[in-house]
Nanobody, 119 residues
Framework: VQLQAFGGGLVQAGGFLRLSCAAFGNIFSINTMGWYRQAPGKQRELVAV???????NYADSVKGRFTISRDNAKNTVYLQMNSLKPEDTAVYYC??????????????WGEGTLVTVSS
């Protein structure tokens, strides 16, 4: 399964961006879709995840500012990021797990999209 992410860029503090990530391949079903980020010199961390039952978890640092959603018909996950802060600057990666049409499980990472928030 290939993941294609869009929406990163440069924005001023207080601004907003919307990331999207679409999964392509011989997919039977998708379980969890999520966003992670990695800032320079830091480990990759969870930002938000959403399950196929629409259960959602957010990192404490983004609660109230970011919203994750998914469109199952398009195999796409979105991350609406509002009130962005310089500390949100990072490469954002999408992650998807599920099953191929032959019911073999998969887990895939996107290549990452850079979000830069200027102060």
């Amino acid at each position: 399964v290939q993941l294609q992410a869009f929406g990163g860029g440069l924005v001023q503090a207080g601004g907003f961006l919307r990331l999207s990530c679409a999964a392509f391949g011989n997919i039977f079903s998708i379980n969890t879709m999520g966003w992670y980020r990695q800032a320079p010199g830091k480990q990759r961390e969870l930002v938000a995840v959403i399950t196929d039952g629409d259960s959602i978890n957010y990192a404490d640092s983004v609660k109230g500012r970011f919203t994750i959603s998914r469109d199952n018909a398009k195999n796409t996950v979105y991350l609406q990021m509002n009130s962005l802060k310089p500390e949100d600057t990072a490469v954002y990666y999408c992650n998807v797990d599920g099953y191929y049409s032959d019911l073999v499980s998969f887990g895939s990472w996107g290549e990452g999209t850079l979000v830069t928030v200027s102060s």
